[in-house]
Antibody, heavy 115, light 107 residues
Framework: EEQLVESGGGLVEPGGSLKLSCAGS????????MTWVRQAPGKGLEWVGR??????????DYAVPVKGRFTISRDDPRKMFFLQMSGLTTEDTAVYYC??????WGQGTLVTVSS | DIQLTQSPSSLSASVGDRVTITCQAS??????LNWFQQKPGKAPRLLIY???HSETGVPSRFSGSGSGTYFTFTISSLKPEDIATYYC?????????FGQGTKVEIK
């Protein structure tokens, strides 16, 4: 059974940094194109970015609001996927989901940016 | 970026009613469209992929159609457990984008 487990969420002050992790199991992680999607409280879904598999070039694409502040990476031997966030603002407050394929989502981890 | 306009933003219907949600893309996305269901406090669940194909295990009352720029999602006979917010989503190109969501309630 495919499983994705996010961790690393929490409370951070504006301007701060936070790194989210996502552990994958039950699928061939190295072949997966991994995606982050977020959802601000009471709002809709927002695509954050995606990293292709290394076999597909490992290319990373970002949404405009996070480009230059967020970095997506992967560690295939550990079956881990990461979202390094810096320069955080209150607009980044959201539940962050990691996704293997569109039918397989993690449970989400809450990031709250507040002073 | 491709904009997805969902309509309506919310609806109230009776149990057993047929419910239809539309999603209009700002440019041709072929059939690269998903439909998700999200219940409060839960991760979204994929119901329909490639505009009209049902994900494994999805009840047959859920269906999707369309291609190009106009898509529809239908619940043929609304059940109480279908209360949720539904989102369309395009994966034709990056950045991937979502519709703003349609909240479905029971009348």
């Amino acid at each position: 059974e495919e499983q994705l487990v996010e961790s690393g969420g929490g409370l951070v002050e504006p301007g701060g940094s936070l790194k989210l992790s996502c552990a994958g199991s039950g699928f061939t992680f190295a072949n997966a194109w991994m995606t982050w999607v977020r959802q601000a409280p009471g709002k809709g879904l927002e695509w954050v970015g995606r990293i292709k598999s290394l076999a597909s070039g490992g290319t990373v694409d970002y949404a405009v609001p996070v480009k230059g502040r967020f970095t997506i990476s992967r560690d295939d031997p550990r079956k881990m996927f990461f979202l390094q966030m810096s320069g955080l603002t209150t607009e980044d407050t959201a539940v962050y989901y990691c996704i293997n394929r569109w039918g397989s989502w993690g449970q989400g981890t809450l990031v709250t940016v507040s002073s | 970026d491709i904009q997805l306009t969902q309509s309506p933003s919310s609806l109230s219907a009776s149990v057993g009613d047929r419910v239809t949600i539309t999603c209009q893309a700002s440019q041709d996305i072929n059939n690269y469209l998903n439909w998700f269901q999200q219940k409060p406090g839960k991760a979204p669940r994929l119901l329909i992929y490639d505009a009209s194909h049902s994900e494994t295990g999805v009840p047959s009352r859920f269906s999707g159609s369309g291609s190009g720029t106009y898509f529809t999602f239908t619940i043929s006979s609304l059940k109480p457990e279908d209360i949720a917010t539904y989102y369309c989503h395009q994966y034709y190109n990056v950045p991937r984008t979502f519709g703003q969501g349609t909240k479905v309630e029971i009348k």
